[in-house]
């Protein structure tokens, strides 16, 4: 029983460093930009001195700002790149590609390849923008959403384009 005991012992804690040792895969946007990040570092770290900043102060002590790039290339494509930032830190990211560039369809596929089936979001059209309803789909309008460990992926079609937003979940403001 003592033999039993010692050779569970030993392969639990063989178990407990190979999981400790194994790495961590940390989600990197385009030029190596991470979440948490503050602006500053994005705009280092891009390197493209045309972008435009909006800050907005929230009616709480919370200050909410975009940095956005327009026209950039994203892995063959244009598109326009919003960086959002909360208190300064990286937490989300949104892309906007025209669908010239490239359309609901071919991101949904290379989406799916990447991170598996996503869910498909209910969405009803609304004035110009694409929001999640309760069972209320309409054709046209598409959104689906996949989560890769900490990041939450959305991409909806909206109108002649289709916008990407990367979510990190573990983002304060979501805690």
């Known amino acids: 029983m003592k033999k039993i005991i010692a050779v569970l012992t030993v392969l639990c804690l063989i178990l407990s ?4 040792a194994e790495e961590t895969s940390v989600f990197a946007f385009r030029n190596g930009v991470l979440f948490g990040m503050t602006q500053k570092d994005v705009i280092a770290t891009e390197g493209d001195a045309r972008y435009e900043v909006d800050t907005e102060n929230t009616k709480g002590p919370v200050t909410f700002t975009e940095v956005e790039y327009e026209n950039v290339d994203i892995e063959g494509a244009k598109a326009d790149v919003t960086y959002m930032f909360v208190e ?12 010239k560039a490239m359309s609901y369809d071919e991101i ?20 110009n923008g694409v929001y999640a309803v309760d069972d209320d789909g309409t054709p046209e309008a598409k959104a689906k959403a996949w989560v890769s460990g900490d990041i939450m992926i959305i991409a909806e079609r909206d109108g002649d384009d289709t916008d990407v937003t990367y979510l990190d979940m573990t983002a304060a403001y979501l805690k």
């Open 17 to 20: 460093m190979a999981a400790l």
């Open 108 to 127: 949904d596929k290379t989406l799916t390849t990447a991170f598996g089936d996503g869910a498909n979001l209910d969405v009803k059209v609304l004035g």
């Open 88 to 99: 300064d830190a990286l937490v989300a990211i949104r892309v906007d590609y025209d669908d």
